[in-house]
């Protein structure tokens, strides 16, 4: 069976993480991961961000995105600037998340150094924040910086993990589907125009269904999987913290970015 | 309004030009195209081509174009058929 490995974060070690990047298992639910209290301050501050952030409701993130600043570096390191201060904000007084993530996940590879992304004196965006509200799905996609990021310098990486925080859940949807079949380059015949793939991608590939997150629950998995969330159809939105590490083997080197 | 097909490079033919296979065609494009088309780059968005045209070979067009997703928005078609676009990349395949 294809399943995720469901522990507490003192179960964690290296050879669960390891597992992930041999592709034995598609990814780590890891419960209780960042403290409830401060998950409900995160996304109280969330609630009440300035509108405007979100381009009069049209976006529904805080933090830019490589993947949609693929050939424009120059806007998503002004806009990774930007989203530092309001990550500051954001998480004034509380322990950071993406520090927490950092910390944690150094923790279990201590002989590997681990920073946020630079090049050319540039940060890369830390994490991003994202709102799904009611009717809202992610279609099936993967994330691969070393395909589409070619741009950048980080798109030689060995390896990428994909780390999704859950800061408050929707009371019904929002789960996450991942699929046992990795991207591979011909599959961009079934590419969708703005997002994701056509589902046929996934046509008879073995899918396990992870449900019944909580706030503070983190997800570690192997983001080249194809994978998808399913529509959100309770009223309260789903607000998560994503980022990514990359891993230079060699260099025993991880680097993070969003 | 620009016609726009989009689809997957696959043969390149010169450092500016290649076959799409289109697979999307925009609703109320005032052309027909068939699932293969010749294009012929007017200008390009591509992770990893150089932005100058000068700098381009068939080398470099090959690693951005074939099976890439691209968008082509349609500036004309010569004579011959062959279709003069803008090319970018479409959308994207993740976050």
């Known amino acids: 069976m294809w399943e995720p490995l469901v522990l507490r974060y003192s179960q964690l070690n290296k050879i669960n993480l390891e597992s992930i990047l041999s592709d034995k298992i598609p990814a780590i639910v890891i419960r209780n991961f960042y403290d409830e209290r401060n998950c409900q301050m995160i996304a109280g501050r969330i609630r009440n961000y ?12 805080i933090g830019p995105f490589l993947m949609s600043h693929t050939t424009n570096k120059k806007k998503y390191f002004e806009d990774a600037k930007d989203a530092q201060r309001e990550f500051e904000k954001i998480f004034d007084g509380i322990k950071n998340p993406i520090t927490h993530i950092c910390e944690s996940i150094s923790s279990k590879f201590p002989n590997h150094s681990i920073s946020l992304a630079r090049e050319f004196k540039n940060d890369y965006s830390p994490a991003v924040i994202r709102m799904h509200e ?4 992610v279609p099936v996609h993967k994330d ?41 380059k011909e599959d961009e015949k079934f590419r969708n125009i703005d997002f994701g793939y056509s589902s046929k991608v996934v046509n008879s590939s073995e899918a396990c269904k992870m449900s019944s997150f909580n706030a503070g629950d983190l997800v570690v ?15 309260t939105p789903r607000f998560t913290l994503g980022m990514f590490l990359g891993f230079y083997r060699k260099d025993y080197k991880i680097i993070t970015w969003a | 309004m620009t016609d726009i097909i ?3 490079g696959s043969k390149v033919l010169s450092a500016n030009s290649f076959v799409l296979n289109v697979t ?13 088309e010749k294009i012929i780059m007017s200008s390009a968005d591509l992770p990893g081509l150089p932005q100058n045209q000068s700098d381009w070979d068939e080398e470099s067009l090959k690693t951005c174009v074939v099976d890439a997703f691209l968008k082509c928005e349609v500036n004309q078609r010569d004579e011959s058929g062959v279709i003069l676009a803008k090319v970018s990349h479409s959308g994207a395949g993740g976050y």
């Open chain 2, 24 to 36: 999307h065609r925009k609703d109320g494009n005032k052309q027909d195209y068939s699932d293969s």
């Open chain 1, 221 to 235: 998995m192997n983001p080249n999987y194809y994978h998808k969330v399913t529509e959100i159809t309770g009223n």
């Open chain 1, 134 to 137: 009611k009717g809202k799905s």
């Open chain 2, 6 to 8: 989009w689809g997957n």
């Open chain 1, 50 to 61: 300035k509108q405007s952030a979100f381009q009069n409701g049209k976006l529904k993130h």
């Open chain 1, 144 to 184: 691969n910086v070393r395909y589409e990021g070619k741009e950048y310098a980080l798109s030689d990486i060995d390896c990428q993990l994909s780390c999704i925080l859950h800061l408050q859940e929707s009371e019904s949807g929002g789960d996450l589907v991942m699929y046992n079949k990795q991207w591979k």
